[in-house]
């Protein structure tokens, strides 16, 4: 039976009816319908494209064939529960092992990012055998109770801080307490978690763990300054507790140069517990923890079997191979460092040009521009950064999004085929919205529109345009 097609109309007023209201859209006051992707582009019910610079979780690219392939062979010889032998979860392990560090190697696999931080809880105070999380300012691990509760994103509107939870500042060099004048920023923040840990101790509790997520996205699209981590990792081991890092939104080679965010951290830093999960599906929901012998030893003793009904079936590991390979072939992570450093470089010219560009920083595709309405000041620009979003969206049909505490970050995590080509369109758009003009709308065709960017960037040239 072929599936009613709805119109845009009807489709927003059935979702208003029926979806929980908490459940926000894009766009919220003139949502766009998409019906179909391919690739960093999206399509709505017209044929409309739009550029996607947003959906981190399409790692690959949206409906990338090699992954539906995979996902459709597998899906129909079998998909059974992980209790049944089979080879799938096995290989999967495997090669996710031969990208981490040695002592990283033992894998529980279940469906989501929260799944896999409220599992790396359990593991943590397992292992520890005690209660307290220190984790940073404005993070973000999860949707879960136990994961609202080490969230300061999320706890702080809801029933706030308990106890057991411990916020250290979180290390951003441009706004922070210690910033880029500082001789040595990472060992400073680092001592903020030593003292807190200290603070901890004096009350008469212990820690368990330190959660933080590699490169803090909600938090501002923040790059950690070197040696915080394996600082940060030292004195929480020094107190009994373990490190775990969030790779959920930054995993599987978005920062180009590592496999993962918290090898930017130096070689010879290395978690106690890695969770990763957005990506690693392209869009299927896989996720996992990954972990020491001994911390997984010590969850076995307490005798309680952990079953995933979903996490780790032989489609899911299919689709997991099936990703690790489109990395390799199409050279992704490649792609990442050559098309980030590029975008980050136009970026960065076109702060000297704008005065509300307070700051542009990250690394491969995981970029944010933070937007103030005074550089000394570093006064957020929430307003204008809703502003640019929405003109994107409008008139050039780029889909981009905001973060940090503020919402005054553009923040750029695009499936990782994004191109040159996208980089300096998206440039372009946002240069001329900060600029103040506005796209013509008679301007309809790529090529005419090409040409009003020729001229709005004073590079003209003689070029006959035939509108008609």
């Given at each position: 039976m072929a599936q009613e097609k709805l119109r845009k109309e009807e489709t927003l007023a059935m979702r208003n009816r029926l979806i929980g209201q908490s459940c926000r859209l894009f766009y919220s006051e003139d949502p766009v319908k998409i019906v179909r992707a391919r690739g960093q582009y999206l399509f709505d019910e017209n044929g409309k494209r739009y550029l996607d610079c947003i959906s981190n979780v399409q790692h690959v690219g949206h409906c990338h064939p090699a992954i539906t392939k995979a996902a459709a062979a597998q899906m129909d010889v079998l998909n059974t529960n992980s209790r049944f032998l089979h080879d799938n979860i096995v290989l999967y392990a495997d090669r996710l092992a031969a990208t981490l560090p040695q002592k990283l190697c033992v894998f529980y696999f279940v469906n989501s990012g929260s799944e896999a931080n409220d599992l790396a809880l359990r593991l943590a105070r397992q292992y520890t055998q005690h209660e307290d999380v220190v984790v940073l300012d404005h993070a973000y691990h999860g949707h879960l109770m136990s994961l609202i509760d080490i969230s300061p994103y999320k706890f702080r509107k809801l029933a706030g801080q308990k106890e057991w939870v411990h916020v250290a500042p979180l290390p951003d060099t441009y706004r922070g307490i210690y910033r880029e004048d500082h001789p040595d920023p990472g060992q400073a923040y680092a001592d903020t978690v030593k003292d807190l840990i200290e603070d901890v101790h004096k009350k008469g509790r212990k820690i368990s763990a330190f959660f933080a997520e590699s490169l803090p996205s909600v938090g501002g699209q923040i790059i950690l300054p070197q040696e915080y981590f394996p600082k940060v990792a030292e004195y929480v081991r020094s107190a009994g507790g373990v490190f775990v890092a969030d790779e959920v939104q930054t995993g599987f080679g978005r920062?180009?140069?590592?496999?993962?965010?918290?090898?930017?951290?130096g070689d010879d830093f290395c978690p106690d517990i890695v969770t990763m999960g957005k990506p690693m599906g392209n869009g299927h929901p896989l996720a996992c923890v990954a972990t020491t012998a001994e911390i997984a030893g010590a969850f076995t003793?307490?005798?309680?079997?952990?079953?995933?009904?979903?996490?780790?079936?032989?489609?899911?590991?299919?689709?997991?191979?099936?990703?690790?390979?489109?990395?390799?072939?199409?050279?992704?992570?490649?792609?990442?460092?050559?098309?980030?450093?590029h975008l980050k470089?136009?970026?960065?010219?076109?702060?000297?040009?704008?005065?509300?560009?307070?700051?542009?920083?990250?690394?491969?595709?995981?970029l944010g521009i933070e937007l103030v309405t005074d550089r000394e000041k570093k006064t957020p620009a929430t307003e204008a950064a809703?502003?640019?979003?929405?003109?994107?969206?409008?008139?050039?049909?780029?889909?981009?999004?905001?973060?940090?505490?503020?919402?005054?970050?553009?923040?750029?995590?695009?499936?990782?085929?994004?191109?040159?080509?996208?980089?300096?369109?998206?440039?372009?758009?946002?240069?001329?919205?900060?600029?103040?003009?506005?796209?013509p709308s008679s301007f309809t065709s790529q090529n005419i529109w090409d040409f009003y960017l020729e001229i709005n960037s004073g590079n003209i040239k003689a070029v006959t345009v035939n509108l008609k």
């Open positions: 920062v180009g140069h590592h496999f993962w965010a918290f090898q930017l951290q003793a307490n005798g309680v079997e952990y079953f995933n009904t979903f996490g780790g079936t032989p489609v899911s590991c299919a689709i997991g191979l099936a990703v690790l390979d489109v990395i390799v072939e199409e050279d992704l992570r490649g792609n990442a460092v050559r098309v980030g450093a470089d136009l970026l960065t010219k076109l702060k000297a040009r704008h005065e509300i560009i307070g700051d542009v920083r990250g690394v491969g595709l995981f809703a502003h640019v979003v929405k003109r994107l969206k409008e008139e050039d049909q780029i889909c981009v999004s905001t973060d940090g505490p503020w919402e005054n970050v553009l923040k750029f995590k695009p499936p990782m085929c994004f191109g040159m080509e996208n980089a300096e369109l998206v440039v372009q758009c946002i240069d001329r919205i900060l600029t103040g003009s506005s796209r």
